[in-house]
Each structure stands twice: as structure tokens, then as C-alpha cells.
């Protein structure tokens, strides 16, 4: 999805540090749209394409390289509760991918002369149920059940051919374990990102042991930590980057927390620009934002990264 003077991502990523785009959900809700739903993001995927990608192209304005697809949420089953067929689905998928090399080619358009790169996103089996537990894993299913789950929506993303696939939000090393078997043989390269606390998975598995499961796994080419406080990012950078040898990547919540009961927001932002020099100086080499953290927020990791 880059131009075709561009580094592959795999080499930019090797290059130098890449800005990440921020959270979706609240680049779509600040531009007016309602999203309590359960397919989230994605239910605009069908009603107003057009919102996603102006999201996109806001955040390569603010500085982003890597815009995040609004595929977080996009899966068969989801979309089968809403009465959205396999075909229609299989659509709005590969649509996912094409909002975002849109908003590539409208930022070029505009005179941008840096490389934009399109990552897909793949969230966990948890958000396809909408009821919070991508936050808590442990689903009851087995390792081979969750890579029947996420192989076919792996294989309709990854045949649009992104730069990248996000596996993001992971809770825990079944799920981990799942898309790692998954995602073999699909030729394009992956991340693996967790949502932690402290210094283990949002199920309790130490992050050592998570992160030692990509370590030898040629598909991914970074590993990290998004949808977690920022507190807890300077710890993952380095085991993760100890424990695998990868580039990592991070994208942490603004600090602020989920009242899921209330359903809104709670707490202040604890999240700064200025934290990601100390990220990059750990390893991190593709640093941006998740829940909360907006173009601002990415303005200034651009600006700070760039200084």
C-alpha cells in the first residue's frame, strides 16, 4: 500500500521508528457518530465508509506513517448477528483495507512525500462478543477453535494485501498461540500486541512467557503492548525486547478508564508525548496510540519522535 518509491514495512521498520495512528472509536465518535453498537466501528464500514476514511486521513495529517484499519470488530460471526451474509462480509472486510489506502492516496494528493503504510487490524475473539471479556481471555475454547475463528477473517484481510497485519488487544497466550498458528503462510508480515496490567497479560500470564511464544515465529516482526495504561509500557518494551530480539510496538490508552456499567470514560489522562522518547530509547520502534488518544496526542509523539 505504499508508493512506489517507499521502503516494504518490514525494511522501514528496520530503518527507524514509525508513529502509529490513535483510537478510531473516538476520532469517529468526536466527528459525530454514534457507535454504541455491537459491531462498534465496523457497523460504518457499511453505513458511512466515507467517516472512516476521513479518521484515517486525520491522523496521517497529525503525523501518523501506519493508519490502523477499522477491522478491529469486523468478523463473520458479527456480522451474521446483524443478517450481513459471508459474501457481503467477506466485502467489508477487504473494504476495511481499501478506506485506508484511500486516505493514503489522498494524503499523497495533498503533498505528503513520506511513505504511509496500512495495517489491518485483527482483534481478539472477545470483541467479536462485545461484552468486554477481550479484557479478561480465557473464553473457554481451545487453542485450534480460536485459529478456526480467526483464520478466514486472517485470510479476507490478507488477501486485500496491507502492509501489515495488527494482531491487537490479545489478552492471553491461548489467543496468542492461536493467531500465531493462524497466521503462517498468509505472506504478509504481522504484529503481536497484548493488553496488559503490570506485567502480565490481562489473564495473569507472565509477559516473559507471552512474548517467548513470537519469538521464533518468522511472520511477526514486532511485538508489544496496546489498550493498556501507560504506566505499564516501559516494562513490556523490555522484556519484550529481550525476551523476542523484535522491534516492539506500543500503543497505550490515554490513562483514562472504562466504566463499563456507566459506559463512559472516567479518570484523567495520564498520557504524555514526551514519554516516548524513553519508549524508543527501550526498543519500541512503531509507537502511537489506542483508546482515547487522539491527532493531538499523535501530533506531538510525531513531533517529539522527529525532534
Known sequence: MTSDLALPFTQALAAGTLVLDGGMSNQLESAGHD???????????????????????????????????????ATFEGFARRGIKHAKATELMALSVELAVDATQEAWAKGFKRPLYVAASVGPYGAMLADGSEYRGRYGLSVAELAAFHRPRLEALAFVGPDVLALETIPDTDEAEA??????????????????????????????EAFALAADVDEIVAVGVNCCAPEDVDGAIETAA??????????????????????????????????????????????????????????????????
Open 35 to 73: 457507535l454504541s453498537d455491537e459491531l462498534w466501528s465496523a457497523r460504518l464500514l457499511a453505513e458511512r465508509p466515507e467517516a472512516i476514511t476521513e479518521a484515517h486521513l486525520a491522523y496521517y495529517e497529525a503525523g501518523a506513517d501506519v493508519a490502523i484499519t477499522a477491522s478491529y470488530q
Open 179 to 208: 493467531l500465531l498458528q493462524a497466521v503462517r503462510g498468509l505472506d504478509v508480515p504481522a504484529w503481536l500486541s497484548y493488553t496488559v496490567e503490570g506485567d502480565r497479560t490481562r489473564a495473569g500470564q507472565p509477559l516473559e
Open 242 to 307: 529481550r525476551v523476542t530480539g523484535k522491534p516492539v510496538v506500543v500503543y497505550p490508552n490515554s490513562g483514562e478508564v472504562w466504566d463499563a456499567g456507566a459506559r463512559a470514560w472516567t479518570g484523567r489522562s495520564s498520557f504524555t508525548p514526551e514519554q516516548v522518547t524513553g519508549w524508543r530509547t527501550a526498543g519500541a520502534r512503531l509507537i502511537g496510540g489506542c483508546c482515547r488518544v487522539g491527532p493531538e496526542a499523535i501530533a506531538g509523539i510525531a513531533r517529539t519522535l522527529a525532534a
